[in-house]
């Protein structure tokens, strides 16, 4: 019946989920690595609620930039001031709902435009697949930073002020080198039996190819998502560090910027704690995610995973 | 003339042992068969001989492996330097043809590279020389030189690269061939070939062999004499004769009926049960579990010794002379 | 021979796809380049229309009022004739800025791949080669996460801040010290190269984990191979083993990853460069980027996918002369 089906599914789902973290626990960098990234999309789900203070008004004058850790008004100046006299802590907190969401977004769109090309190239085949496979060469020629910082550059500020726009610049070829891998995978999974026991059984294309094939490689798309993510970090803070995004100053890239523009942390030793806090707010996000990718390989078949790599060039882990 | 002798082998993966107390020897001039299923320790043995056991295995300490190559005193193999191993012992004595069929050669090197790293690394660097002989030696695998030393292995079929990999074991003259199942994974004619090859040139060069493997057929036709090896331990050791006429071990007669013969009208015979985990080894003779004629309170407690019932037939079974009586029988048959 | 020909043709066929793209994002994009550029000179600089059009038809390198695909003929032949337009803001033929800063570039980027992709090899093979200490390798991987954790531009900074400004360690600042004069003698050529040291390293650092984790893959596995096996059965020893059998054959798999490495490098470019003052694409593509000078950034993504292109078919190319597994019937 449906409901004991639709139960059987989402018990199944429960067991794969328990089986992740117990795998999880045993790798304990992996899972500190996870903690840490529950603990960002915390302060960013908590900014975003707005339950967190209000940010003061800037304040200017060489007493109140960069000023020096402190303990007034609790945790909040702790890492002192940015470049605007406003408290540091605050501000990287109310920056990070909207790095998230962005890298989300455009690892998101790498990973299911990777998937739905790769899967219907490779599973339809024929003149489809020759349409898709020239677009995916096209894309795989065009750099995706390079594109980035130009597009964002070209297009108006209406435009790039918006998240959804953000991700899908920083996402605009990533996805060809998965939809490859994805394509040659599927044509060596075609001729498995499985599929043929499918067909018989009746099941449409889009069954089998959104069903089956792709729960087959869930693991590595899984992987893909997270490497994504590392990916479009490293292009937004990026952009931003380069002075190309509107200048608000919570996004992280933009402290960076200032820490190391004229006048910034760099010449005053007041702006240390500045410079330190914009690094490791990165960096920490990084290595949690970095981590997590080790980790699902390890726990998910290695085997699976070299069989897809070893019919497309290796990618890197993250662009570092 | 004896040219080796195997004293107490034991072999440990980490902490597990998959080689327990083997023992035997090997005369000159000889063909010996070691028989089992995969996973019995027949290619372990192999290893450790030329002591190519991966970084996790050891031998035991008290094993000994003694070479006597042309003198009447043993060197022992297990307790040389790697280094004297690597440089006299490896090719120079004793070499091994692998598995043609796997991927036993570098796949961007050429075949004539093979041979000539090989010369060089045991002090022979006259390029000439090397050439001419491998050219010899493929010949002698009925080759063309010509073609196969300039070519890379992918270019060359199953049963080629299996030639080639028995001409690369000639080429430093060798007195004991190791040979690890080299006729599985070709098809029926190469291995009537590939045979005859091995039997002419055992016969121009002087060889001794060792030949390793799970085909039957392929121990009844070639070897002399047989070790039949069964969770690392011998189960039964005897001539050609011995074991084909009158097996005394129950996993012997298993291992003979499980293959149909031509006439036999009676259901070729399935032992029940299956490989041992080496971790969780059973107490007492480690067949007893699958064996149909184990005999509580004796098996499943002692382990059997390797006793001698004529001057070539030994034999480790409590319950042997039940086999000897009823033969396949004792399978129910 | 036959996919030789094919490679070049899809070679082409994305090349003209990309260019194709830079004309799509100047006229056709919204935020429309070129009414803006022609309004500007209109009401901020009191030009006539006509005038307007024609000095922004200079520096977009075809004229700009003609019916779409017009233009977009025009665009491609002055392309080919190495026409790229005038920058706005240094007033200079595209050109001839590319051929300017595109050496300092070069000089970054190659010497970031070979160094990176030696290092990386170098520490994958030592890895995998010992992968039975497990805490030296656990701690080595450990650390090779924590770089490719850094931004290439934050590790920059760092450098920048520390190694360079704050202990004066290595120079951190533009090509060449100031008072050098430029030429082929060894004074010139050693400023440049100690200037070198701090970006070559930080794209280094961040880039060669990526290729040390590939390389302790794929030689993990050669290890495992029965040829390994068979060649330690033939008495040959560990440095030979380790060179001519681990090495060729864990390195020609991950030997197409080198396109993806260069675009990652001509892309870092930019920040490295911004970082550290050198003369190259990079930093002055940043500096167009600022000011919006679409004609020079156009010049720099033209030479940046040229370089990719044939960055790739050199790879594809020199691939099958160098794995004889390749072999193209």
Redesign the interface.
């Known amino acids: 019946m449906a409901s004991s089906a639709i139960s059987r599914r989402v018990r199944s789902s429960l067991n794969s989920v328990s089986s992740i973290l117990k795998a999880l626990r045993r790798n304990r960098i992996a899972f500190a690595g996870f903690i840490i990234l529950l603990i960002y999309v915390g302060i960013a789900v908590v900014a975003a609620a707005h339950l967190l203070p209000k940010i003061p008004p800037p304040r200017v004058g060489y007493s109140n930039i960069y000023a020096p850790p402190s303990l007034n008004d609790f945790p909040w100046y702790l890492l002192g001031t940015d470049y605007t006299g406003r408290p540091l802590l605050l501000i990287l907190f109310y920056g990070t709902p909207s790095i998230l969401l962005v890298a989300f977004i455009a690892a998101l769109i790498t990973v299911v435009v990777g998937l739905v090309l790769g899967l219907i190239s490779g599973y339809i085949g024929g003149n489809v697949d020759v349409l898709i496979s020239t677009i995916i060469d096209i894309a795989l020629t065009l750099p995706t930073y390079v594109l980035a910082l130009i597009l964002v550059v070209v297009l108006p500020i209406s435009l790039t002020n918006d998240p959804l726009v953000l991700a899908g610049i920083l996402s605009v070829t990533s996805w060809a080198g998965l939809a490859r891998a994805i394509r040659s995978q599927v044509l060596s999974l075609k001729r498995r039996e499985f599929i043929d026991v499918a067909k018989t059984i009746g099941f449409s294309n889009f069954r089998i190819m959104f069903g089956d094939l792709a729960r087959f490689m869930a693991p590595y798309i899984f992987i893909n998502l997270l490497v994504g993510m590392i990916g479009a970090l490293y292009g937004y803070v990026g952009l931003a560090f380069l002075g190309l995004l509107p200048l608000s100053s919570e996004n992280w890239g933009v402290q960076l910027n200032e820490a190391v523009s004229a006048g910034g942390a760099i010449y005053t030793s007041r702006g240390v704690a500045s410079l330190w806090s914009s690094i490791v707010i990165i960096v920490l996000l990084q290595l949690s995610l970095i981590s997590l990718t080790s980790a699902t390989d390890e726990i998910f078949n290695p085997a699976l995973r070299r069989a897809v790599e070893e019919e497309s060039p290796m990618e890197e882990v993250s662009p570092g | 003339m004896k040219l080796l002798e195997v004293q107490e082998l034991e072999v440990f993966y980490g902490r597990v042992k998959v080689v327990s107390g083997v023992s035997f020897s090997v005369e000159k001039g000889e063909i010996l068969g070691i028989a089992g299923e995969s996973g019995s320790g027949k290619s372990t043995i192999a290893?450790a001989l030329?002591r190519?056991l991966?970084?996790?295995a050891y031998i035991g300490e008290k094993s000994k492996v003694l070479y006597y190559g042309n003198s009447d005193v043993g060197e022992d193999l297990t307790k040389l330097p790697l280094p004297v191993?690597?440089?006299e012992?490896?090719?120079?004595e004793i070499?091994?043809v692998?598995?043609g069929a796997?991927?036993?050669?570098?796949?961007?090197?050429?075949i004539r590279d093979h041979f000539v790293?090989?010369a060089k690394?045991?002090g022979l660097k006259d390029k000439d020389e090397i050439m001419s002989r491998a050219s010899k030696l493929l010949e002698m695998v009925r080759l063309d030189p010509k073609r196969v030393l300039s070519s890379?292995p992918?270019e060359l079929s199953g049963g080629m690269k299996q030639r080639v990999?028995i001409a690369?074991s000639l080429l430093l003259n060798p007195k004991l061939v190791i040979l690890d199942e080299p006729t599985t994974a070709l098809d029926v004619i190469t291995q009537r070939e590939i045979l005859e090859i091995l039997r002419k040139i055992k016969a121009d060069l002087n060889l001794t062999y060792i030949i390793i493997t799970h085909d039957i057929a392929l121990l009844a036709d070639f070897v002399d004499r047989v070790i039949v090896l069964y969770a690392g331990r011998i189960a039964e050791e005897g001539s050609i004769l011995d074991i084909f006429s009158k097996p005394l071990h129950p996993y012997t007669v298993g291992l003979l009926s499980s293959v149909p013969k031509i006439g036999q009208f009676s259901e070729p015979v399935v032992i029940p049960g299956s490989s041992p985990d080496y971790r969780r080894l059973p107490p007492g003779c480690k067949f007893h579990p699958r064996c149909p004629i184990a005999i509580g309170g004796i098996c499943d407690k002692q382990e059997p010794y390797l006793n001698s019932v004529n001057s070539s037939h030994m034999i480790a079974c409590h319950n042997y002379k039940l086999v000897e009586e009823k033969g396949v029988e004792i399978y129910g048959r | 021979m036959k996919w030789i020909y094919k490679r070049i043709i899809n070679s082409v066929v994305a090349w003209v796809a990309a260019i194709s793209i830079a004309f799509i994002m100047v006229k056709v994009m919204p935020g429309n380049i070129i009414n803006v550029l022609i309004i500007n000179y209109v009401v901020n600089y009191h030009v006539p229309y006509q005038q307007a059009v024609q000095m922004v038809t200079a520096l977009v390198g075809y004229p700009v009022n003609q019916p779409l695909w017009q233009a977009y003929i025009s665009y491609i032949t002055n392309l080919l004739h190495g026409n790229f337009g005038r920058s706005i803001n240094y007033d200079t033929p595209v050109s001839v800025l590319v051929a300017n800063t595109l050496p300092w570039t070069l000089l970054l980027v190659v010497l970031s791949l070979l160094v990176s992709v030696g290092l990386g090899i170098f520490v994958g093979l030592a890895m995998a080669y010992y992968r039975n200490k497990a805490h030296l390798v656990n701690g080595v991987k450990l650390g090779l996460s924590v770089l490719n954790a850094f931004p290439n531009f934050v590790l920059g900074v760092i450098f920048f801040y520390y190694i360079g400004y704050t202990y004066h360690l290595l120079p951190y600042e533009g090509a060449y010290s100031p008072g050098v004069v430029p030429g082929l003698n060894l004074n010139f050529i050693g400023s440049v190269l100690s200037h070198y040291i701090l970006p070559v390293l930080t794209m280094s650092l961040t880039l060669f984990p990526g290729w040390a984790f590939s390389t302790m893959g794929t030689a993990t596995s050669v290890l495992k191979d029965d040829y390994v096996t068979a060649a330690k059965a033939r008495g040959l020893p560990s440095r030979r083993i380790l060179f001519s059998y681990v090495a060729k054959n864990s390195i020609l798999p991950i030997y197409t990853s080198i396109p993806i490495s260069l675009a990652f490098l001509l892309a870092g470019a930019v920040w490295i460069e911004s970082i550290f003052e050198l003369p190259g694409m990079g930093y002055y593509l940043s500096v167009a980027l600022g000011v919006r000078d679409y004609p020079l950034i156009m010049g720099y993504y033209f030479v940046i996918i040229t370089a990719l292109i044939l960055g790739n078919l050199f790879t594809d190319f020199t691939y099958s002369l160098v794995d004889p597994r390749a072999k193209v019937e």
């Open positions: 290893n030329l190519i991966p970084e996790s191993v690597e440089k012992v490896r090719w120079k070499s091994m692998f598995q796997l991927n036993s050669l570098n796949p961007t090197l050429r790293e090989t690394a045991h890379y992918g990999l690369l």
